[in-house]
């Protein structure tokens, strides 16, 4: 539903996100404000998108979860992707939980 509030909601104000992307290089944020402004920028890039959760494995404060993405972009993104292309991608993400908020997620596609 591209709820930014609702997702940052589950945010612990210190959250750290990485997202490993190779060979394409990779992300670092740090707080809020830098995780909030990626989710802004990503929920924008994509006229539909939709996300699948495969699987999930959770130990204590981590989680594991295994997802399938797809979308059609709604701008160029880079050299790869045109405006109206569909974009598939089979990704991993580690979440960590500190009290009842997320403050970790890595991200890898």
């Known amino acids: 539903?591209?709820?930014?509030?609702?997702?940052?909601?589950?945010?612990?104000?210190?959250?750290?996100?990485?997202?490993?992307?190779?060979p394409y290089g990779s992300v670092r944020l740090v707080g809020k404000a830098e995780v909030r402004g990626l989710l802004e920028a990503t929920t924008q890039?994509?006229?539909?998108r939709r996300q699948k959760?495969?699987?999930?494995?959770?130990d204590g404060d981590r989680v594991a979860a295994e997802t399938m993405f797809s979308g059609v972009a709604a701008t160029e993104m880079g050299q790869h992707v045109r405006a109206g292309?569909?974009?598939s991608i089979r990704g991993a993400t580690i979440f960590e939980v500190s009290?009842?908020?997320?403050?970790?997620?890595c991200d890898y596609s």
């Open 53 to 58: 959760l495969v699987g999930m494995i959770v």
């Open 1 to 22: 539903a591209n709820d930014l509030d609702g997702m940052m909601e589950c945010c612990a104000d210190d959250i750290v996100f990485e997202s490993i992307n190779n």
């Open 99 to 105: 009290g009842d908020r997320l403050s970790r997620i």
């Open 85 to 87: 292309e569909h974009v």
């Open 45 to 48: 890039a994509f006229q539909e």
